[in-house]
């Protein structure tokens, strides 16, 4: 079954202090994974979109690797507007344009 | 990227009565997709909206709880209908990009109470 995991479920970090988002994934024949930033009472904003493993994509402070189970949401010097969820999903090669998200990982960066 | 308007943004709701929301997309496309987000939980595909057939549903998922429309390429409806306080939920349309990346609505936030 397909499956996609997120970790840490929440992430406090002060401004400046860069970490990493995970995300697992179970799935049979990868068309691609994608990350997503959603703000409080709003829809998911698309970020990257990654198709091999291998793969990085780049935006401002964030950077998205992909290897054959799982892809990091790198945060650079994180500041208080990166503050939100950031979700996970992944579209299997079968099952036409089917789209499975993670639970996401719920940021706040402090000042 | 696709433009989606969707409405009602929000909305409280009597349990046993119907919401109607509806989805707006700036440009052509096959398919719409709606899901559900349930307070702290991933996004949960519903139903498969294509014009000029019936939806296709997930599994859970039944026509006459969420009857959808798709009257044209650029628009659709999804009906909550004879609502429960577990029906209290964001619901979220959305349509696929050029890379099979998902562009979304700003989502409605409903309440039954």
């Known amino acids: 079954e397909d499956q996609v995991t997120q970790s840490p479920e929440a992430l406090r970090l002060q401004e400046g202090e860069s970490s990493s988002l995970n995300c697992s994934y179970t799935v049979s024949g990868l068309r691609g994974l994608f990350w997503y930033r959603q703000d409080p009472g709003k829809g998911p904003e698309f970020l990257f979109t990654?198709?091999?493993a291998g793969e990085e994509k780049e935006k401002e402070r964030l950077k998205a690797t992909l290897t054959k189970k799982e892809s990091f949401l790198h945060i650079t010097a994180p500041k208080p507007e990166d503050s939100a969820t950031y979700l996970c999903?992944?579209?299997?090669?079968?099952?036409?344009?089917?789209?499975?998200f993670g639970a996401g990982t719920r940021l706040f960066v402090k000042a | 990227s696709a433009v989606i308007s969707q409405k009602p943004s929000r909305d409280i709701c009597q349990r046993g009565t119907s919401l109607t929301i509806q989805c707006q997309v700036d440009s052509q496309v096959t398919m719409m997709f709606w899901y559900r987000q349930q307070p702290g939980q991933s996004l949960t595909l519903i139903a498969t909206a294509n014009q000029g057939s019936e939806a296709t549903y997930e599994s859970g998922f039944v026509i006459d709880k969420f009857p959808i429309s798709r009257p044209n390429l650029t628009f659709s409806t999804l009906t909550v209908s004879n609502m429960s306080p577990e029906d209290s939920s964001i619901y979220l349309c959305s349509v696929p990009g050029l890379g099979s990346e998902a562009f979304f609505g700003q989502g409605t936030r409903l309440t039954v109470v």
């Open positions: 990654l198709y091999s």
């Open positions: 999903a992944v579209q299997a090669g079968t099952g036409g344009f089917k789209t499975i």
